[in-house]
DNA sequence: TTAATCATGTAACACGTTACATGATTGC
DNA sequence: GCAATCATGTAACGTGTTACATGATTAA
């Protein structure tokens, strides 16, 4: 149920809209945790009927209403609770799900040549990846000034450092990867 | 629509009850998909209707019966089509889904001892999953002596040296993460 | 005698995706 | 004139999880 504990620690910034929420959601914890707007307004829902977060109806005339939510006492609690509890998430951690490697597994099915050419792709997308880091650095000390709270940007910096590492893992795996398909040929 | 797809490549080794695909499918796949066993038995059922297998049913006396599924032509031009349509499935696999990250996202909210907890246990599932890997690597060289298939049993080490890779990649992104936090104490 | 292995499933629920609907304002 | 931004949702469908049910054989 993280989708959710994702909101409450956005919502725990401060209030937002569900546009302003999808928007953050997708700058930064989109990185390990993706949703479509239409779940986030769904969860939006059940989490007031839980009574972690209220919301309120705001008029405008020159733009569409929208409906800013708040966080509770009661979700204030939830969000600790869920930090503190380790829940087994540290066991999920390890396991990725990949339909990408899965037809890695069975690619001795097809053409060497055309295997080649898929892990050639997964070598782009981790090229494009390592680039985009520097942009999320920087967004996170840009933010991180903003804030100015030094120990919670700590934190947003050791998230951006597991993207890099794995990216770099990435890469490392697939250039041995076509090394050793080359050496079979 | 991987989990039909996994099921598919494993069945195109040989035909298998329910009960043994769910083996197999732990033994293997499971390093990149996960599936639980009422599930399979479902996606069985649904790829029948749909042609990809035939079932037969096995009546035994000593054992309770059995059913033993046989891959169909049809289903063989869809795990063929797969393995070639890239599908986005590349795109896919740059995003993972962890909460554990999400909790460290956030972790700015609990006290730093119990960031650095949560952090030593990560390593700790590092280090265990670092050391069953060599035992990944025999269970490999074993089946791909039983199946005499060097091309096939290439895959196999490939998307076992991808597990080794991102463990370790783990392994050294907790050590920086626990030397940040611990300088900042 | 207790746990593991063999072997199959159903029902309910939770979570995630896709397709669709609406419509004004603002910047290029 | 066209795309992007603002802003909210519903309905249907697809995928994954949990809890439950059944019951014999075999190895420690």
Redesign the interface.
């Given at each position: 149920m993280?989708l959710k504990?994702?909101l409450l620690?956005l919502l725990?910034y401060g209030s937002m809209t569900g546009y302003e929420l999808d928007k953050a959601f997708k700058n930064?914890?989109?990185?390990?945790?993706?949703a479509k707007t239409s779940q986030i307004y769904r969860e939006l829902d059940d989490m007031e009927r839980r009574g972690w977060l209220t919301s309120e109806r705001i008029i405008q005339n020159e733009k569409p209403n929208k409906r800013l939510y708040t966080i509770t006492d009661s979700g204030k609690e939830e969000?600790?609770n869920?930090?503190?509890s380790?829940?087994s998430?540290?066991?999920?951690?390890?396991?990725?799900?990949?339909?990408?490697?899965?037809?890695?597994?069975?690619?001795?099915?097809?053409g060497t040549e055309?295997?080649l050419e898929?892990l050639r792709?997964?070598r782009e997308?981790?090229l494009e990846?390592i680039k985009g880091m520097s942009a999320a650095y920087d967004a996170i000390s840009e933010y991180g000034a903003v804030l100015g709270?030094n120990?919670?940007s700590?934190?947003?910096?050791?998230?951006a450092?597991?993207g890099e590492?794995?990216?770099?893992?990435?890469l490392?795996?697939v250039n041995?990867?076509i090394a050793?398909?080359e050496d079979?040929k």
């Open positions: 993280s504990h994702g620690g725990n930064s914890l989109s990185f390990f945790w993706q969000l600790g869920w930090l503190l380790s829940e998430d540290i066991a999920d951690a390890m396991h990725l799900k990949s339909a990408f490697l899965m037809r890695v597994f069975f690619a001795g099915e097809m055309q295997s898929m792709a997964y997308k981790c990846s709270d120990r919670k700590k934190y947003w910096e050791i998230t450092l597991h590492t794995f990216y770099d893992a990435g490392k795996w041995k990867a050793i398909l079979m």
